[in-house]
């Protein structure tokens, strides 16, 4: 017998990803994958997983799974409330799951996406490399959509023994400080613009998504117009002509012409995947040294369970 | 010796710790353009570099900091953007029908200064040149546009643009592929599909290709 999850309930938007098909943003299409590349590869290491195996990513509420066979999973990133059977069951550890059992989540206490790894792996319909669900193309992962009610989402076999007992701390979500480098064309900001993108916060506005975050806070002038069009990396700051700061997340546009005012270090976007509608956050400006610093010492984290 | 070419003004920018922006000129030009298309596949074949993707007349490196600093990544694209490029062949032709009755179409007309029938006349004269694909799947930054009609883009970008518009801002041109959020003036829309997602590329048109747009009725 194959072992499956049913979905009972699919939650609010719960996509497959894994860890998305870069090598083909020559083509116009995002990178993708999971939004929280820190907690989505914790929980599949915590199962024995390769860091790239396909997870679940839930966002802000969580779906309701039947269990068919014995698994391991194992659930981090933002705390959805977990529940095995009704009772709470821990996250950012390894649990152990009979047949019949069901896992849901009770209710969002703290961050926007949580990640569900199965040992052995999720399985999704693999496009252009990735099993990663891209819903504007309708490719990827589960047909290229959300989770419905009544999807029967297969796994593969575990490659590896899971780390039963074994955690990893998650990193300090609760503090909104996306650490920063400025960006190519930050000398276009108006002086008191400069000062303003990192003295005042901001606004997750409820137009935020995977594409990207539009923020909302003080107008930040700038000095001149736009920019040849150019190659764009998740994090970058863009600014339009508005005003308001556009925060690129995993399926941004590859490409655009506002200018780019910071770009949020690798190690700060996990914080960032898992700010919601309606959080304040701010920027902090730090330097490339910081910034390597901040990313091997992620690395570190991630790898001293194992 | 083949003759070096100007290197002094390539700008070079952090994009993060792990990636950076070449800027080789601010102008919109088709040798440059073919330098920035040259420059990218030179870094997509070192280890250290993991995409490499050309803009208008820009490169965005993202490379492994583990394996090179950013001052030596950049030393390199200096040294690499100095090397003579490939003569170039003609890009494939695309020819493209419109149907000219964007929803912006008049008050982008009004905007120029110009008739409606003037504005499809200009649109659809050149023969533009894909200078880079992306933003979107499939989506072509098509160029350079005449004169007459560069207009910058809405200061606010529509939160939904159908799937064909055809659409104008700055000195670029092009056709949305997919139904996303979008910033550019709408002035037509066209049946053919730019997004190809079963093809690999999945995009119908490549960076250098050359289009020309030309009016149907509806």
């Known amino acids: 017998m194959t072992e499956v999850l049913r979905v009972v309930r699919p939650g609010l938007f719960t996509t497959i990803q894994d860890l998305g098909r870069p090598h ?8 993708g994958g999971a939004m929280d590349r820190f907690a989505h590869s914790a929980a599949n290491m915590l199962v024995g ?7 679940l990513e839930c966002t802000l509420t969580g779906p309701t799974l039947g269990i068919e066979g014995p698994f391991v999973i194992a659930v981090t990133g933002a705390d959805l409330g977990v529940r095995v059977n009704g009772d709470p069951a821990p996250s950012w550890t390894a649990i152990e799951l009979r047949q019949a059992d069901e896992l849901s989540f009770a209710g969002r206490r703290a961050g926007a996406r949580a990640y569900i790894a199965v040992a052995g792996g999720i399985l999704g319909d693999r496009w252009l490399g990735s099993m990663s669900t891209y819903v504007t193309a309708a490719r990827g992962g589960m047909h290229g959509r959300p989770l419905v009610a009544g999807d029967v989402i297969v796994c593969g076999e575990p490659q590896s023994p899971p780390v039963i007992g074994d955690s990893i701390a998650p990193p300090p979500y609760a503090d909104h400080t996306l650490k920063v480098i400025e960006g190519p064309h930050f000398d276009r900001l108006a002086p008191a613009a400069r000062e303003a993108l990192f003295s005042s916060g901001f606004r997750v506005s409820s137009r935020s998504d995977r594409m990207g975050y539009r923020l909302e806070g003080p107008n930040l002038e700038t000095t001149a117009g736009e920019v040849l069009s150019f190659g764009l ?3 970058v700051v863009q600014l339009p002509p508005g005003g308001w700061p556009i925060l690129l997340m995993a399926d941004h546009q590859t490409a655009g012409g506002y200018p ?9 976007m996990p914080i960032a995947a898992q700010l919601a509608p309606g959080d304040d956050m701010r920027f902090e400006r730090t330097s490339i040294e910081a910034a390597l610093e ?3 010492a992620q690395r570190a984290a991630l790898a001293s369970t194992i | 010796m083949p003759p070096r070419r100007s290197t002094s003004r390539i700008r070079i920018h952090p994009l993060g710790e792990a990636a950076l922006l070449a800027e080789l000129s601010s102008r919109l030009d088709t040798a440059i353009n073919t330098r920035a298309i040259a420059l990218a596949a030179a870094l997509k074949k070192r280890r250290d570099v993991r995409q490499a993707i050309a803009g208008a007349a820009s490169v965005t490196v993202q490379f492994d900091p583990d394996q090179i600093t950013h001052e030596a990544m950049a030393a390199s694209i200096r040294r690499l953007a100095g090397k003579r490029p490939p003569i170039e062949e003609p890009g494939r032709l695309h020819r493209i029908p419109v149907v000219y009755d964007g929803p912006d179409l008049e008050a982008t007309a009004t905007a120029l200064n ?13 023969i533009y040149r894909a200078f880079l694909v992306g933003f979107v799947p499939g989506w072509a930054y098509l160029g350079p546009l005449p004169d007459e009609l560069v207009l910058p883009r809405r200061s606010e970008p529509r939160t939904q643009v159908a799937a064909g518009s055809v659409a104008i801002a700055g000195q670029m041109t092009g056709v949305y592929p997919l139904t996303t959020p979008g910033g550019w003036h709408l002035i037509g829309r066209t049946s053919v599909k730019l997004f190809l997602p079963d093809s690999d590329p999945p995009s119908l048109f490549r960076a250098g290709d050359r289009v020309k747009f030309f009016p149907v009725g509806q």
């Open chain 1, 24 to 31: 083909v943003i020559a083509s116009g299409v995002p990178p």
């Open chain 1, 233 to 235: 990396v998740a994090g």
């Open chain 1, 49 to 55: 997983n390769d860091r790239g195996a396909a997870t």
């Open chain 1, 260 to 268: 780019v005012v910071a770009t949020v270090i690798s190690a700060s």
């Open chain 2, 114 to 126: 110009i008739s409606v029938q003037r504005l499809i006349e200009l649109h659809a004269r050149p």
């Open chain 1, 294 to 296: 901040a990313r091997a």
